[in-house]
């Protein structure tokens, strides 16, 4: 899967300030463009985008996000094996273990800088023991 931006891009700059990889570029009100060997096809830019200008190779545009409905992933204690696989695969290092304690001396994995999680869902892919969820703000608060 790749992606483009398309004519109907503004040059607001929006997704060059959350691409983790670096890979868009465009002067200020130009149409901006994606490097498709430095993407890392987390989708990031196209929820950002206020005029829905980035779509997928089949033409399928990217939806935004409204804030606050972004996904963060939920982590299940009872299943996580503290592996860290999610911490490696996290593109912005929005994820960070927990300090060990007397109780539990495993690290467990915790978003531990909200605004960086772009909600890639790199994580809950990784964890080789789906111990990840995506979930919206408002449900992770109810869990
Ligand atoms: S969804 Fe997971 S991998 Fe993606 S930015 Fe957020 S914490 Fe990192
Ligand atoms: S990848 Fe899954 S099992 Fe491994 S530390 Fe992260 S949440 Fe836990």
């Known amino acids: 899967m790749s992606f483009i931006i398309n004519e109907t891009c503004i040059g607001c700059g929006a997704c060059t300030k959350i691409c983790p990889s670096g890979a868009i570029t465009g002067e200020k009100q130009e149409l901006h463009t994606i490097d498709t060997d430095l993407c ?39 299943t996580c094996m503290a592996c860290t696989i999610c911490v490696e695969a996290c593109p912005t290092g929005a994820i960070c273990l927990d300090d060990p304690t007397s109780k539990d001396p495993h690290a467990y994995p915790a978003l531990a800088n909200e ?3 772009i909600g ?6 990784e964890c080789p023991v789906g111990a990840i969820t995506m979930a919206a703000p408002v449900e992770i608060l109810k869990a």
């Open 40 to 78: 890392i096809q987390c989708r990031a830019c196209g929820t950002v985008c206020p005029t829905g200008s980035v779509e997928d190779n089949f033409g399928r545009i990217i939806q935004r996000v409204k804030p606050g409905q972004r996904l963060q992933p939920m982590f299940d204690r009872k």
């Open 115 to 117: 605004k960086r999680c």
């Open 120 to 125: 890639c869902g790199f994580c809950e892919k």
